[in-house]
């Protein structure tokens, strides 16, 4: 049973714009989210975090949402740039838990 | 330069041969994770080890074996008795006061005909 959830599975964007990707998580017991960013034949790499006592979180061009009533958390980038294209993966966990659980997994495009 | 290897990046092997996929890490952590990872679906652990000689299952373990007889070194070994063991695998560390922020190998691809 897949308990974080990555429903859009490609995103293509231009150059410039927002990019916004989506997840949904189903246990309520998770209280820490990640954002993590992987290039092909490489493994992924940390992007941004938050907490479940914060709902927003920045780090330069990368904002992460948390609605924890929802159980929705979200990535937006901005300005997206070619580079920005990769799969993003959610990922959460609870307190006291040793490992992750990660979505499928979004592929966003940023065209030039 | 710190970081994870895994290695090979490529691995062929035959059905009913265990196979060992390596992974050593020089960044001084003491976790350490083997995650898999199959078309449309998230990565999903197979084991971890939090200290050097302690390992714990993870969600998928069967069919898989490990070892953590050093700190920098958690090897994997994909046995006959996993079902499916095609797939791409990740192996991961992170400290052990924050597994959630976990640095990742560039993985293995393992093919099995």
Known sequence: ?112 | DGGITQSPKYLFRKEGQNVTLSCEQNLNHDAMYWYRQDPGQGLRLIYYSQIVNDFQKGDIAEGYSVSREKKESFPLTVTSAQKNPTAFYLCASSIVDNSYEQYFGPGTRLTVT
């Not at chain 1, 914060?54 to 009533?69: A, I, P, Y």
């Not at chain 1, 966990?93 to 030039?112: C, D, H, M, Q, Y």
């Open chain 1, 1 to 112: 049973d897949q308990q974080v959830k990555q429903n859009s599975p490609s995103l293509s964007v231009q150059e410039g714009r927002i990019s916004i990707l989506n997840c949904d998580y189903t246990n309520s017991m998770f209280d820490y989210f990640l954002w993590y960013k992987k290039y092909p034949a490489e493994g992924p790499t940390f992007l941004i975090s938050i907490s479940s006592i914060k709902d927003k979180n920045e780090d330069g061009r990368f904002t992460v949402f948390l609605n924890k009533s929802a159980k929705h958390l979200s990535l937006h980038i901005v300005p997206s740039q070619p580079g920005d294209s990769a799969v993003y993966f959610c990922a959460a966990s609870a307190e006291g838990a040793n490992n992750l659980f990660f979505g499928t997994g979004t592929r966003l495009t940023v065209i030039p």
